[in-house]
């Protein structure tokens, strides 16, 4: 079942602005990913926020995370082309045994336009 | 460092046919995970391994099943494929299996069953 829900699910901007995608959960996490996905390939890691951190930087990208709301929200500044993608959270979370499980969400299709 | 690779990257089926898929994690990653990726699914997880044990399974039928060999190579069956087994599946090895870190995605295996 999925953990994380983005929303929204498609968002279309001009190159140059700034796009906004949110992620809402539902149970305690460890921490939080973000990943980008190019067509149908495979996943690249973008930015991961702990569960005691509130906010993250990663060059234009910004992630913030409020486990009191479970929400967390990425933020492209200056988008690109090149930024066109599909952008999942995922959660991780506690499987036992040692072990952690990270859960996707849908996922946000974000298209730039040039 | 070589990244995850997978084989084959595409493959059609036939409806009862099994299929095996093969995944190499990245030197010195000892955890593999799998997942599944449809459309209307998302992103699900199958299972993972570690040291040739599974560590911890998704909810999918006993027709999915793996394995991991020593040098950490690991390969995913499904028998007896189903039209809804098409899919994109994706391999992502990482480097503490203990830790709720980062995955590190191969370009996946694009399945049709037809």
């Known amino acids: 079942s999925q953990q994380g829900e983005e929303d929204p699910q498609a968002l279309s901007i001009q190159e140059g602005e700034n796009a906004t995608m949110n992620c809402s959960y539902k149970?305690?996490?460890?921490?939080l990913q973000w990943y980008r996905q190019n067509s149908g390939r495979g996943l690249v890691h973008l930015i991961l926020?702990?569960?005691?951190?509130r906010e993250k930087h990663s060059g234009r990208l910004r992630v913030t995370l409020d486990t009191s709301k479970k929400s967390s929200s990425l933020l492209i500044t200056a988008s690109r082309a090149a930024d066109t993608a599909s952008y999942f959270c995922?959660?991780?979370?506690?499987?036992?045994?040692?072990?952690?499980?990270?859960?996707f969400g849908k996922g946000t299709k974000l298209s730039v336009i040039p | 460092k070589a990244g995850v690779t997978q084989t084959p990257r595409y493959l059609i089926k036939t409806r009862g046919q099994q299929v095996t898929l093969s995944c190499s994690p990245i030197?010195?990653?000892?955890?593999v995970s799998w997942y599944q990726q449809t459309p209307g699914q998302g992103l699900q997880f199958l299972f993972e391994?570690?040291?040739?044990?599974?560590?911890n399974k998704g909810n999918f039928p006993g027709r999915f099943s793996g394995r991991q060999f020593s040098n950490s190579r690991s390969e995913m069956n499904v028998s007896t494929l189903e039209l809804g087994d098409s899919a994109l599946y994706l391999c992502?090895?990482?480097?503490?299996?203990?830790?709720?870190?980062?995955?590190?995605f191969g370009p996946g295996t694009r399945l049709l069953v037809l």
């Open positions: 992502a090895s990482s480097l503490n299996p203990g830790g709720p870190e980062t995955q590190y």
């Open positions: 149970t305690s996490i460890n921490n």
């Open positions: 926020i702990r569960s005691n951190e």
């Open positions: 995922a959660t991780a979370t506690y499987s036992g045994a040692g072990s952690y499980q990270l859960t």
């Open positions: 030197s010195g990653h000892r955890s």
């Open positions: 391994y570690f040291s040739e044990t599974q560590r």
